[in-house]
């Protein structure tokens, strides 16, 4: 069997065109316009890359962004407070910050700062914790694009079973407490393997839906993986450079050889990647439509 590709790329645009149009008709039935600050510190440049790519499509979607640049020795005091006027300032409804932050910058206590109403990164504790009860106002953006992804390409996520390599905050835990719930695109039985896990392939090859998060490159190879899977690979890992000076990527799955084993597969790039900087304006619409609820 060969897999179909599944495209982030391809997805995501959908998903781009269909908030676009929310955006619209948000503006109009209430003169709402979602609003999105990216704080930068420093000028780490996958970082810049980052919060570039997340400027230009909240623009490119119609909503109001504003690009907060702060110096690398900012204090994490001043952070707190500049965090705290964007909580207070009604015309923003979305506050990411970029991390990693500088090492003398407690990252926790940064997060922590930013209103839960505001947090569209899904990382603050208290939407974390709202989503393991399964009352998620915001979810993780990556987990929550691994969602749609899955939705969009109709896989059956009822009782299926599903590993998800990796237990990180950003990545294994929420998505593994996403698709344990009762509820649509998820109800799934789930296992969660990290480095202590005793056969890691005993538990991949058990697997209808596969979900690898472990930033290793190919440590997933075919003999892991059952007939006819769904392969989500989260992971992206550089592994040299292009002849043009761009950074060489890999996912965490042996691409090539386990597409001739799953049945559905994504690509690194142009997977999972693609659908996180989509995800977080879907939460950040989201965010601006509970605020014009509450107005
Ligand atoms: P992380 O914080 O480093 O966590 C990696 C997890 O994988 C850990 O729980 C670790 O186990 C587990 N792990 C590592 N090697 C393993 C192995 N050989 N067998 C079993 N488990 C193993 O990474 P992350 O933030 O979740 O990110 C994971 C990958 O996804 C990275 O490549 C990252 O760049 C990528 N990523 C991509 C996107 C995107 O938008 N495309 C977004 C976020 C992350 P322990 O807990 O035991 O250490």
Redesign the pocket.
Known sequence: MTARILSGTEVARQVRERIAREVVALRESTGVTPGLVTILVGDNPASVSYVTGKQRTAKELGFYSVQDDQPADVSEDGLVELIGRYNDDPAIHGILVQLPLPKHINETRVLYAIDPDKDVDGLHPMNLGRLMIGEARFYPC?PF?IRELLAMADVETKGAEVVV????N???KPISMMLVQKEANANSTVTM?????RD?AAHTRRADILIV????AK?ITADMVKDGAIVID????RIGMTPEGKAKLCG?VDFDAVKEKASVITPVPGG??PM?ITMLMANTLKAARLAAERK
């Open positions: 990556t694009g390599v990796g237990r990180s950003l990545v294994g393997c990290h480095t202590a896990t890691l998060a472990a930033g290793r440590a989260v992971g992206v890992n965490d999972v990647g996180t």
